[in-house]
């Protein structure tokens, strides 16, 4: 299985667990030019942009250690790209969810926005 196939298989194992916990999806892999999410969801309250990380194990580090400032930096963009054409009333939160092995830890508030509005 290729690096894309295998992000894509990790994305909807997240998509599914995050939908148990009353989160509905929105987009996939949303992308532009600058970078890209890899989900978008939303709750009662909160409109979520949603990285997702996958580890075999943890032989490399926890699979949040991948999430960098330039990643953070890169998904803040894309953010900011995403509620100028689609805005919101509801607060925007950006969450981490690491799947290691079989394990998934879903980091809410995982980071706050980085860059201009």
């Known amino acids: 299985m290729n690096k894309r196939k295998r992000g894509a298989a990790y994305e909807e194992i ?4 995050l939908e148990n916990y009353g989160i509905h999806i929105i987009k996939r892999n949303y992308r532009i030019r600058q970078g890209e ?3 978008i969801g939303e709750d009662a309250s909160h409109l979520i942009f949603f990285e997702v ?11 949040y250690l991948a999430v960098s400032e330039g990643k ?8 900011r790209h995403y509620l100028w054409y689609f ?3 509801k607060q925007v939160r950006y969450d981490v969810v690491c799947i290691c092995d079989t394990h998934i830890q879903w980091y809410k508030n ?5 860059g201009n509005w």
């Open 37 to 39: 999410v890899d989900l």
């Open 14 to 17: 997240a998509a599914s667990y």
């Open 110 to 114: 995982a980071f706050e926005y980085r």
């Open 87 to 89: 805005p919101t009333n």
């Open 53 to 63: 990380k996958y580890r075999k194990n943890n032989g490399y580090g926890a699979p």
């Open 72 to 79: 953070k930096r890169k998904i803040s963009t894309v953010s």
